[in-house]
Each structure stands twice: as structure tokens, then as C-alpha cells.
């Protein structure tokens, strides 16, 4: 089975402060996925990345940035928290051809920023 | 801006009957529909997905109805069960030259009473 591992399940922070969240996946995929989820807001894109140093923005980048330095591994960074990032924060792995789409997820990571 | 609009945002059923989500699109270009389904303190899974090029996929209990023209896919979940209860996530995608990234509904959160 795929497995998508975020660092940490809980993470509490002070406004201002630099936060890394590490993501892993151990299938050899290409696109990796960072995803915000908030209570009547659904799941929304952050970032992804389709290879190895490539990164696109999603719909709500501002405040966030990503380093993918080898595939396995895609990580957010929040420069400096703010408290309106305190979230779940969702990573995505996927093959990345047509045809097969599919994203698995890891459990997330709760942040809130203090 | 939601590119994917789902509804309801909360639905409660009776053991037996059958749950309906529904999910409407603008962007033409969309060729892919998946389904996820949340519980939880767990990251979303995939539960079934479309392509236009037909109108309806039935996995078990789940089928997706598509209907290009309206612009409008749902889930219908057949004798829902109290193992259905969580929440549900219709998503859209389309291929491209950087590959792709899913745009996701709001959620529905579904609660099945015994």
C-alpha cells in the first residue's frame, strides 16, 4: 500500500515563528500536493509539484512556500505564521500520467499558530 | 474562487435509504470526477471516479451519475449504512502540460442514523 507520512499529527506554534511541514510518500510518485482544510471550506491547493524541483501554486499560496528537493519528499514552509494559518494541513501523493489520477493522502497535520 | 460547488453542505439519512450529493462544474475543460470519502482524524480516499465519456459508473453501493451538458455529477449511495457516516468530497481535475492538480468541493458531511 501507498503510504503518504506527515511528520507530525499535532504542531502548536507562535505567530511569527518559521514552520516546516515535511511530507513523504514511498511510491516513487511524481506530483506531490499540499492542501488546506478548514470547516465549511472544504479542501483547497496550496501548492503542488510535478517533479523534482518544480512547484506550481494553487488557489491560496500567499504566506506559504515549498521546497521539493528529492521526490520523495515535499515540504510547506509558512515564513512566518500568522494565527489565519491555523488549519489542517493535508499532503497529497499521485503516479502523475492520465489514467491514473488517484491521491493519496496522509493523515494531516493540526497546526495552530498562538 | 470555488471552481467545484457541492451540496448540501450536511445531510442525515436512515439506515437503508439512499444518501444523494450533488456537485456542479464550469470549467469545460474538466475530465476527470472523482469522489472521496473523509473520516474522521484520516485523510480523504478516493471512492469512485468518472469521465465524461459516460454518463454513469456504479461501484457496489456508490454510483456516480454525469451529465455533461448541465455540467453536473452526483453521488447516490444505495441502502446507506452507519459505516457511511463521514464526509464527502467531489473533486475535478484536467490534464495539462504541468499535470494536473484536483479542484475539491466544500464537503458534505453525511450522518447515517440505525
Known amino acids: 500500500d501507498v503510504k503518504v507520512t506527515q511528520s507530525s499529527r499535532y504542531l502548536v506554534k507562535r505567530t511569527g515563528e518559521k514552520v516546516f511541514l515535511e511530507c513523504v510518500q514511498d511510491?516513487?510518485?511524481?506530483?506531490m500536493f499540499w492542501y488546506r482544510q478548514d470547516p465549511g471550506l472544504g479542501l483547497r491547493l496550496i501548492y503542488f509539484?510535478?517533479?523534482?524541483?518544480?512547484?506550481e501554486k494553487g488557489d491560496i499560496p500567499e504566506g506559504y512556500s515549498v521546497s521539493r528537493e528529492k521526490k520523495e519528499r515535499f515540504s510547506l514552509i509558512l515564513e512566518s505564521a500568522s494565527t489565519n494559518q491555523t488549519s489542517m494541513y493535508l499532503c497529497?501523493?499521485?503516479?502523475?500520467?492520465?489514467?491514473?489520477?488517484?491521491?493519496?493522502f496522509g493523515s494531516g497535520t493540526q497546526l495552530s499558530v498562538l | 474562487q470555488q471552481q467545484v460547488k457541492q451540496s448540501p453542505q450536511s445531510l442525515i439519512v436512515q439506515k437503508g435509504g439512499i444518501s444523494i450529493i450533488n456537485c456542479a462544474y464550469e470549467?469545460?475543460?474538466?475530465?476527470?470526477f472523482p469522489w472521496y470519502q473523509q473520516f474522521p482524524g484520516k485523510g480523504p480516499a478516493l471512492l469512485i471516479a468518472?469521465?465524461?465519456?459516460?454518463s454513469e459508473k456504479k461501484e457496489g453501493r456508490f454510483t456516480i451519475s454525469f451529465n455533461k451538458s448541465a455540467k453536473q455529477f452526483s453521488l447516490h449511495i444505495m441502502d446507506s449504512q452507519p459505516g457511511d457516516s463521514a464526509t464527502y468530497f467531489c473533486?475535478?481535475?484536467?490534464?495539462?502540460?504541468?499535470?494536473?492538480?484536483?479542484?475539491f468541493g466544500k464537503g458534505t458531511s453525511l450522518l447515517v442514523t440505525p
Open positions: 497529497a501523493s499521485s503516479p502523475g500520467n492520465r489514467g491514473n489520477e488517484k491521491l493519496f
Open positions: 511510491m516513487d510518485h511524481e506530483n
Open positions: 509539484s510535478y517533479d523534482v524541483k518544480m512547484k
Open positions: 470549467n469545460t475543460a474538466f475530465d476527470y
Open positions: 468518472i469521465r465524461p465519456d459516460v
Open positions: 473533486a475535478a481535475s484536467m490534464n495539462s502540460n504541468s499535470g494536473y492538480a484536483l479542484n
